[in-house]
């Protein structure tokens, strides 16, 4: 089914839920109140053409008058999950809005364009998770809390940490200082390969938490599946307890590799919701790609900046030099423009500024191709998705 959100947002789904039952069957076409075509609407607050048949998912809509002011105008309806999301125009009009609305409105659309995860088997509600996140891989933990104070302040409301970052107390220490309510925070982190097992995973988790300072965490990963196979399904059923027991209200997996995803399916209750892996133009991983969309499951991009080793490429600049941005910049709207979840790092504020710069601006069909062209299977961090 084909529809277009005439001048609504692809805010992909809302960052506080509404429920199912409260969505209207799909319209053929969404009119919102007038706004002057002008006023340059965009992805992430903007128009959509949604085409790809799939699951249903929720989209909360709002329309932004940019230059006079803001006017919202929400809306949920249940419409096919889409994996090509097509903006109309930009979101910000640089001839007429000041940098304070700038900042504004980028700050809005941060705060709420998100996917949905599901896990399926568990009766449990969809999880919304912000479309774009700081990572604080390996950062101290003075340098974590400085970075996530910054981010909290912009409006990042994901952070995505790990056990074997070191860093959990001082992600948690940073989200208390900030004074924001927990529940508007979207915290992810991730069981290591030492404390895979049944028992150790639980005990893992509680340890995250503990050093988190907090209740519950939005995302619990694996991190890998770096552990022979009847340990890996050991694991993933004390992560189906740590779910049902709401120490989590989402699971997933990262670095899972396809024969990785069907073992655990042949053998789970709860389907992941997520896989985190490596992804950007130089490593489209399409084979996993497709995969995890026919399964409904969303992909997550560590690593969208090739960790800098990439940021010169010839194509990157020239597409970057288009659209007066960055090169970093282009692989962070890449990724959103895949619907892919992605965590940039950086411990450096205008970086940490830049990176989440990108909802004023869109790549077309054809800049989209190129950077897809440029796919080599390079990758930059390391690639557990083959191990046996």
Known sequence: MD????????????????????????????????????????????????????????????????????????????????HRFRPAASLFSRERATPMEDQDVNRKALEETCLTLTNAGHGGPPVSIPIIGLGVYLMNNNTAFKAVSHALQLGYRHIDTAHLYGNERAVGDAIRASKIPREEIFITTKLWNSDHGYANTLQACDHSLKE??????????????????????????????????????????????????????????????INQVELHPFNVRKDIVDFCRKENIVLEAYSPLTRGARLNEPALKKIAKEHRKTTAQILIRWCVQKEFVTIPKSAKPARILENSQVFDFELSEAEMSQLDSLDEGWVVAWDPTKAQ
């Open 212 to 273: 988190l300072g907090v209740d519950y965490v939005d995302l619990y990963l694996v991190h890998s599946p770096l552990s022979p196979p009847s340990i890996r399904l050991d694991t993933w059923r004390a992560m189906e307890m740590i779910l049902k027991s709401g120490k989590a209200r989402s699971i997933g997996v990262s670095n899972y590799g396809i024969h990785h995803l069907k073992e655990l399916f042949s053998n789970c209750e709860i389907r992941p919701s």
């Open 3 to 82: 529809m277009k959100l005439g001048c609504f947002p692809s805010v992909i789904s809302p960052r506080s839920s509404w429920p199912l039952h409260a969505a209207p069957s799909v319209p053929s076409m969404i009119t919102p109140p007038s706004v002057p075509l002008s006023s340059h609407l965009s992805y992430g607050i903007a128009s959509a053409l949604i085409d790809h048949p799939g699951r249903c998912t929720l989209i909360r809509a709002a329309v932004v008058k940019a230059g006079w002011g803001v006017y919202s105008c929400r809306s949920t309806v249940r419409v096919p999950f889409s």
